[in-house]
């Protein structure tokens, strides 16, 4: 798989069909079935969720949606006529076709430290607001060009047996622990309360293929 970027545009070879898609700004971004765990190909929004109204939006520049509930989450996905995530899909795209652990390279201490590329290890600070979405231009799982799946928020998806699960780290976590398979379970607790509302605690969408028009041209 190959990523590149041409007049604002992700152009990604898809398997060996010789097919490129063109993801424009706030349109999803597929992500073929040989980069899926399920081997089942998907769509997901490219930056975190920000809210119109009622309806889930993925576009840049905007503060995520953050103090919102599991429940409130699923519905913003499904009035713009998506879904959550599911949490292997969620990784699969965290980890890219490459399967970096750090979704942009493989060790949190590289050329770059993952704080240096993402939003991660913020000192504490009350009220604090994740980043304008988009804003860490080069936090883009490598070789899909999904947005901030390391830091600015931690993000619901949905789990095994349809339980909520917060995926990812958001500005506050360290370094070392924003990788792909970090999940957040509040102190004492198994599962993550789907009544839960924080101000780095967001969510984005995905979908199936046939639901959304990812447009082709031929290679």
């Known amino acids: 798989m ?3 970027t041409l007049y604002a545009c992700a152009l990604i070879i898809v398997g060996v069909a010789g097919l490129f898609s063109c993801q424009k700004s706030g349109s999803m971004i597929l992500v073929p079935a040989s980069a899926s ?11 975190e969720a920000s809210l119109n109204g009622k309806n889930a939006a993925s576009v840049t520049g905007r503060v995520p949606a953050v103090n919102i509930d599991f429940a409130e989450a699923k519905a913003a996905c499904e009035a713009s006529g998506k879904r959550l995530c599911t949490h292997s899909e969620w990784k699969d795209a965290c980890m890219g ?9 493989e060790d949190f201490i590289a050329d770059l430290s993952i704080s240096e590329i993402c939003d991660v290890a913020r000192p504490p600070e009350a009220g604090a607001l994740p980043s304008n979405t988009g804003s860490k231009k080069d936090c883009a799982t490598r070789g899909l060009g999904v947005h901030d799946l390391v830091g600015n928020v931690t993000e619901w998806v949905v ?3 349809s339980m909520p699960v917060a995926a990812g ?7 070392e622990d924003s ?4 999940t957040l379970v509040r ?3 198994k599962t993550m309360n789907p009544a839960e509302k924080s101000n780095d605690l967001g969510f984005r969408c995905c979908a199936e293929p046939s639901n959304q028009k ?3 041209f031929p290679f």
């Open 187 to 189: 102190s004492g607790e």
């Open 97 to 105: 076709p490459e399967l970096l652990k750090y979704s942009v390279q």
């Open 2 to 4: 190959k990523n590149t």
């Open 214 to 216: 990812v447009p082709t």
């Open 159 to 161: 789990g095994e047996a």
């Open 37 to 47: 765990s399920s081997k089942k190909a998907f769509l997901i929004d490219p930056y």
């Open 179 to 182: 990788h792909c398979e970090s």
């Open 169 to 175: 780290v958001s500005f506050y976590q360290s370094e």
